[in-house]
Nanobody
Framework: QVQLVESGGDLVQPGGSLRLSCAASGGIFSIYDMGWFRQAPGKQRELVATITRGGSTAAADSVKGRFTISRDSAANTLYLQMNSLKPEDTAVYYC??????????WGQGTQVTVSS
């Protein structure tokens, strides 16, 4: 069974940067379009960035121009570079298939806290 393991979250000041990583077993990044999601306390999980099998990327309006998704298929790792962080970016971040159908088991996520 595919396992997703997110890491890289931390406490960072507004305006700071972080890079999140998602390690996966099984070479799934060449099979599925992938995404980064986040869930803030009391809110629903939302999709923030996607990358297709062909390498095309997209981002939600709330993070466009600040967050960049990328992958290293050889290393089976998905990344999310987050710049100019804002307090409203505080959430637990997850990776998974971008499609809502037949999602992989969710990992434990990684906590990002943006606060001074």
């Amino acid at each position: 069974q595919v396992q997703l393991v997110e890491s890289g979250g931390d406490l960072v000041q507004p305006g700071g940067s972080l890079r999140l990583s998602c390690a996966a077993s099984g070479g799934i990044f060449s099979i599925y379009d992938m995404g980064w999601f986040r869930q803030a306390p009391g809110k629903q999980r939302e999709l923030v960035a996607t990358i297709t099998r062909g390498g095309s990327t997209a981002a939600a309006d709330s993070v466009k121009g600040r967050f960049t998704i990328s992958r290293d298929s050889a290393a089976n790792t998905l990344y999310l570079q987050m710049n100019s962080l804002k307090p409203e970016d505080t959430a637990v971040y997850y990776c998974n298939k971008a499609s809502p159908f037949n999602r992989l088991p969710w990992g434990q996520g990684t906590q990002v806290t943006v606060s001074s």
